[in-house]
């Protein structure tokens, strides 16, 4: 079995930092790609960064400049740096996982979930 499990979420004012991270634990022979997802009330779920293994990152046109993804591949853990923050940015957030159990093909796996309200 994998965990992904979220945290750092919480409320932040207009123009502040948050910084998220996700850790990968359970029975892994390697994770592909990690990144983070998120949706807002009533729209749909979507990509906010990703990076693969060897560092490569992209960013939803909506963050570039103002988020940043990186990971510790010892540690199986993504993070999330958010600065300048906007009340659009006002979500929960997920993070994944694209993890192979046996060294053949990978899944993704799902964390629960972590709130960010950007507010005054």
């Known amino acids: 079995q994998v965990q992904v499990v979220e945290s750092g979420g919480g409320l932040v004012q207009p123009g502040g930092s948050l910084r998220l991270s996700c850790a990968a634990s359970?029975?892994?022979?390697?994770?592909?790609?990690m990144g983070w997802f998120r949706q807002a009330p009533g729209k749909q779920r979507e990509l906010v960064a990703a990076?693969?293994?060897?560092?490569?990152?992209n960013y939803a046109d909506s963050v570039k400049g103002r988020f940043t993804v990186s990971r510790d591949n010892a540690k199986n853990t993504v993070y999330l740096q958010m600065n300048s923050l906007k009340p659009e940015d006002t979500a929960v957030y997920y993070c994944?996982?694209?993890?192979?159990?046996?060294?053949?093909?990978?899944?993704?796996?799902w964390g629960q979930g972590t709130q960010v309200t950007v507010s005054s």
């Open positions: 359970g029975s892994i022979f390697g994770i592909n790609a």
């Open positions: 990076i693969t293994s060897g560092g490569t990152a």
């Open positions: 994944y996982a694209e993890v192979s159990t046996t060294g053949w093909g990978t899944y993704p796996y």
